[in-house]
């Protein structure tokens, strides 16, 4: 299963960035909408762990985020203060 992370409403001065920074935390498929307000919906999918063959590390639950399950979220890692939406598993 893989983890599905969504931002709407990201200005056009910053969907590159919050693009790059999704690539760079892992994702392996990024993808940006434009909305009909003219900002931008940017979809991230991130491989599960095992299923890349990634074991957890020690206090990792296994869910992609490199968390515990305890505490910080996908909102917490969004860029610039966005909006996450999702975070479940498709």
Do not use: C, L
Request: glycine share 16%; hydrophobic share 30%.
């Amino acid at each position: 299963m893989h983890k599905v992370v969504t931002i709407t409403d990201v200005p056009d001065s910053d969907v590159d960035e919050v693009v790059k920074d999704f690539k760079n935390d892992g994702a392996t498929t990024v993808t940006k909408v434009r909305q009909d307000s003219g900002h931008w919906i940017v979809t991230a999918i991130y491989p599960d762990q095992t299923d890349a063959g990634i074991a957890p590390e020690d206090g990792d639950n296994g869910d992609g985020d490199g968390g515990d399950g305890k505490g910080a979220t996908a909102a917490a890692k969004t860029p610039k203060g966005k909006k996450a939406k999702g975070g479940g598993k498709s």
